[in-house]
């Protein structure tokens, strides 16, 4: 269940409270089921996950990348894995947990695990929304975002391309402001 923190502190789970808040950004949050394959829950039930394993997850989950690529022309999909074991994880989030834009829109689904995505919305307010297993969030191009794990540093996440050089995050030199304290 998505958890939306305004900058005042207040906290929202009910999903039309959280549509409403993230209008003006137009950012879409939907539930997509993952299904209940016991081979697709032991894969990810595993902390690291090798490429034809990544593959699989794909695979069994391609109902929605197809239906991406007829109503919006996706063209490459990728499994990204994050868990406290991976060397360096703290350098690789880095790039991400700074405010920044892409040229494209950001689409995730995650699958496992969780991440805190933060937006800065139109009147400058800053917002941070937890996404969870079985939540598909597109994060329209332009939109100054940043992203973190919650402390149990895991996330398995289909990321979603219309074109084939992934994102470039574009630094804006906004500040963050909040910061979620997840427990």
Do not use: C
């Not at 996440?157 to 427990?183: D, K, L, S």
């Amino acid at each position: 269940m998505a958890i939306l923190q305004l900058e005042d502190g207040t906290r929202l789970t009910d999903l039309r409270e959280i549509y409403r808040e993230l209008a003006p950004l137009n950012i879409k949050l939907n539930r997509w089921a993952v299904g209940n394959s016991q081979q697709l829950r032991q894969l990810l039930g595993q902390d690291s996950l090798n490429e034809d394993e990544k593959e699989q997850i794909l695979k069994s989950l391609d109902r929605y990348f197809e239906q991406l690529q007829q109503t919006a022309g996706y063209q490459m999909r990728d499994l990204i894995v994050l868990h406290p074991g991976i060397p360096n994880l703290d350098a690789l989030l880095t790039k991400f947990a700074k405010i920044h834009t892409h040229s494209e829109d950001e689409v995730r689904y995650i699958v496992d695990g969780e991440g805190i995505f933060g937006f800065v919305r139109p009147d400058g307010t800053q917002v941070e929304l937890t996404v969870q297993p079985e939540e598909y969030i597109n994060v329209p191009a332009g939109t100054e975002h940043w992203f973190y794990l919650t402390p149990a540093q895991r996330i398995k996440a289909v990321r979603y391309f219309t074109g084939t050089e992934g994102w470039t995050p574009e630094y804006t030199g906004t500040q963050i402001r909040t910061r979620q304290a997840v427990a």
